[in-house]
Nanobody
């Protein structure tokens, strides 16, 4: 499966952006899809994930209440709605998909497929 992330851009603090992750080659049917981000000089970190089978969502504390991960019914697109953006949210955002059934949603090494990343820049 190939993942294509899009929707990044430049936004002022307090603003909103919606990222999209489109899968080609196959639809999501099991496992999970996650959003990760990597700021300059920092390690890649998890942001949110969604269990594809039951739709349960997971968020890291720093984005709870501000970001929402969702999916479409067709099974090939995952969104990350970001609100109340802060300069610390500035990073390249990646979507990823994993096929295993473990609860390790925030562990980068368990993800099998990665998109190319989309830049999000939040100005103060």
């Amino acid at each position: 499966v190939q993942l294509q992330a899009s929707g990044g851009g430049l936004v002022q603090a307090g603003g909103r952006l919606r990222l999209s992750c489109v899968a080609s080659g196959r639809t999501f049917s099991s496992g999970a899809v996650g959003w990760f981000r990597q700021a300059p000089g920092k390690e890649r970190e998890a942001v949110a994930a969604i269990n594809w089978s039951n739709g349960v969502t997971y968020y890291v504390d720093s984005v709870k209440g501000r970001f929402t991960i969702s999916r479409d019914n067709a099974g090939n697109t995952v969104y990350l709605q970001m609100s109340s953006l802060k300069p610390v949210d500035t990073a390249v955002y990646y979507c990823a998909a994993k096929e295993d059934y473990t609860n390790r949603y925030f562990v980068t090494s368990v993800y099998d497929y990665w998109g190319q990343g989309t830049q999000v820049t939040v100005s103060s």
